[in-house]
C-alpha cells in the first residue's frame, strides 16, 4: 500500500492546497502538509509481521485563526472515515512567520495478510 498516496485521497476534497513535505514559504496562501515520520512493523505469526504501523503527521499553516479551527474539524473528520486514528495535536502561533501552525499526528494500521 501507498501510504501517502492515501493521505492524499483522504484530503482530496478540501478547499486547500494539500502537499507532501513541510512548510513552503512561497505559498502565500493557506496550505496544508503531511508526512510518514515513522513506520514499524507488529504483530507477528510465524516470525513474519502481519501488520504494519504507519505514523503521519498532519500540519495546518494559516493566518486565519477561524480558517485553521474549520480546516482541523474537517481534517479530523475525513481522516477517521478513511481509517486513521487520532493520536495528538497542538495548535501554536508562530511568530516568526506569523501563521497559525495545526499540528495533528495519526496512525494507520494496514493489514499486511
Known amino acids: ?8 485521497d483522504s484530503l482530496a ?3 486547500a492546497i494539500v502537499v ?3 512548510y513552503d514559504e512561497s ?5 496544508i502538509t503531511y508526512l ?3 513506520n514499524l512493523e507488529d504483530e507477528f505469526a510465524d516470525d513474519e509481521a502481519t501488520t504494519e504501523e504507519h505514523y ?5 499553516w494559516t493566518k486565519d485563526l477561524d480558517e485553521s479551527q474549520n480546516l482541523k474539524k474537517e481534517i479530523k ?11 495528538d495535536g497542538q495548535d501554536q502561533y ?3 512567520t506569523q501563521l497559525w501552525h495545526i499540528a495533528s499526528r495519526w496512525l494507520y494500521i494496514e493489514n499486511l495478510e
Open 1 to 8: 500500500m501507498d501510504i501517502i498516496s492515501l493521505v492524499a
Open 13 to 15: 476534497s478540501l478547499d
Open 20 to 22: 507532501y513535505g513541510w
Open 27 to 31: 505559498l502565500n496562501d493557506t496550505h
Open 36 to 38: 510518514e515520520f515513522d
Open 56 to 60: 503521519i503527521q498532519l500540519d495546518i
Open 77 to 87: 473528520k475525513l481522516m477517521k472515515e478513511n481509517g486513521f486514528l487520532y493520536q
Open 94 to 96: 508562530e511568530n516568526d
